[in-house]
């Protein structure tokens, strides 16, 4: 039989040092979201369910997100204000699926996916994979991002632009996917996904980075230039 606190503690211990990995790289990219409605719908397995957190505008909840550019110049921040959703002129919306299959009491894994959505219909989007724990009356999920891709779906546009104010490229030189870390995603609860709940204030932060991949190819293409450069 398998000792589900001892796997637990070996899932821990790899998304802890991939994420102290990623801290360490350069950060491209940020989102930061607020007062997201957090659901938890349990399947007929007890030991499976999965979590949702939306963008809502209701008599609870006020959602907002910002998404920033922060290397290379220039730099931006997108700022979607308190209740952006609610909007029917424009599309832009966050939302965070992750699923819920427990190891323990107090621990469980997960994989899912975020899509965040600009004024116009621009998209960051990628997959999650982590583990959630307990503590202190709040769950957290703590993982990485995968396969992280900034959509343009505007042709003549090409920034992501925020619903209250501020805008950033999207163009960035090192290829795509990017992948990151899921630093925090976080709300208060009772349990440890005993029963369903819904419409709980969830936030959190996001970082991005390039891929050691597009970091490779980046720097080949440094070195091609400077090679064309040095032959002038």
């Known amino acids: ?56 505008n209701n008599a609870n909840l006020q959602s907002a997100y910002e998404a920033s550019r922060l290397d290379p110049a220039p730099t931006g921040q997108a700022e979607f204000e308190a209740g952006f959703v609610s909007n029917p002129l424009n599309p832009a919306d966050f939302q965070i699926n992750v699923s819920v299959i427990k190891i323990s009491g107090t621990v469980a894994t997960g994989t899912g996916d975020f899509t965040a959505t600009d004024r116009d219909g621009d998209v960051i989007n990628g997959r999650i994979s982590g583990v959630w724990t307990t503590a202190g009356g709040f769950l957290f999920f703590n993982g990485n991002l995968s396969n992280v891709r900034l959509n343009d779906n505007n042709a003549a546009d090409g920034t992501f632009d925020g619903t209250e104010q501020g805008d950033f490229s999207i163009l960035h030189p090192a290829p795509q996917p990017f992948v990151g870390s899921n630093v925090q995603l976080t709300f208060g609860i009772g349990n440890f996904f005993r029963t369903d709940f819904s419409d709980r204030a969830t936030g959190g932060t996001m970082q991005i980075i390039p891929s050691p991949g597009s970091m490779a190819l980046l720097g080949l293409g440094g070195l091609a230039i400077a090679s064309r450069r040095r032959g002038r």
């Open 1 to 56: 039989m398998i000792n589900r606190f001892r796997v637990s503690a070996v899932v821990l211990a790899a998304v802890a040092g991939s994420m102290a990995a990623s801290a360490s790289a350069d950060v491209i990219y940020t989102l930061s979201y607020h007062d997201l409605a957090g659901s938890y719908t349990q399947s007929a397995n007890p030991l499976v369910g999965s979590f949702s957190a939306v963008a809502v």
